[in-house]
T-cell receptor, first 113, second 111 residues
Framework: DTAVSQTPKYLVTQMGNDKSIKCEQN?????MYWYKQDSKKFLKIMFS???????INETVPNRFSPKSPDKAHLNLHINSLELGDSAVYFC????????????FGPGTRLLVL | RKEVEQDPGPFNVPEGATVAFNCTYS??????FFWYRQDCRKEPKLLMS???SGNEDGRFTAQLNRASQYISLLIRDSKLSDSATYLC????????????FGTGTRLAVRP
């Protein structure tokens, strides 16, 4: 029974393409996040949504657009992919005020060629 | 300067050894502290929170020194299954639910 799931697990694409990554959580959490982990393993928050409302938006290029159709889903759309976008993208969720217990999805490994 | 700094390692230790990791944070408004564990090619998972008075969970002991702005994790009687990357994580007052991660310290426990 997967708590936080992401699709796809792997994504290989050409520069300039547009791609989406989907995330779903069945934990009933109100808050969801997107993180990027680069080749140096540095995990950095990109966005956070609370009950479909954007609450954290780090300095991420506007080619990245999160969308939350409901509080159980937070998708990430990336336009005009660049080589530097290659990374592992993790979705996570938590309850507000319980940020220490963030449950992460398995990650999506994106490779831009 | 990174907000959360860790020695990347790797720390190579034999089974049964005791190993300690340190982490320093730069923002004095940091209010909550955690250790996460990330296995190779897996997602991070919460290992334990770090309380001001120090806390223990089985073989794992976490300490916080607010004056020096560092956090430590001690693992006693290392097991092969402890091999992973240990991420030091802080929450900064006023940042809401945002967690700031260190780059992690890699531990390799050998037979």
């Amino acid at each position: 029974d997967t708590a936080v799931s992401q699709t796809p697990k792997y994504l290989v694409t050409q520069m300039g393409n547009d791609k989406s990554i989907k995330c779903e959580q069945n934990l009933g959490h109100d808050t969801m996040y997107w993180y990027k982990q680069d080749s140096k393993k540095f995990l950095k928050i990109m966005f956070s949504y609370n009950n479909k409302e954007l609450i954290i938006n780090e300095t991420v290029p506007n080619r990245f657009s999160p969308k939350s159709p409901d509080k159980a889903h937070l998708n990430l759309h990336i336009n005009s992919l660049e080589l530097g976008d290659s990374a592992v993208y993790f979705c996570a969720s938590s309850q507000p005020g319980r940020q220490e217990t963030q449950y992460f999805g398995p990650g999506t490994r994106l490779l831009v060629l | 300067r990174k907000e959360v700094e860790q020695d990347p390692g790797p720390f190579n230790v034999p089974e049964g050894a005791t190993v300690a990791f340190n982490c320093t944070y730069s923002n004095s408004a940091s209010q909550s502290f955690f250790w996460y564990r990330q296995d190779c090619r897996k997602e991070p998972k919460l290992l334990m929170s770090v309380y001001s008075s120090g806390n223990e969970d089985g073989r794992f002991t976490a300490q916080l020194n607010r004056a020096s702005q560092y956090i430590s994790l001690l693992i006693r009687d290392s097991k092969l299954s402890d091999s992973a990357t240990y991420l030091c994580v802080v929450n900064i007052r006023g940042s809401g639910d945002k967690l700031t991660f260190g780059t992690g310290t890699r531990l390799a426990v050998r037979p």
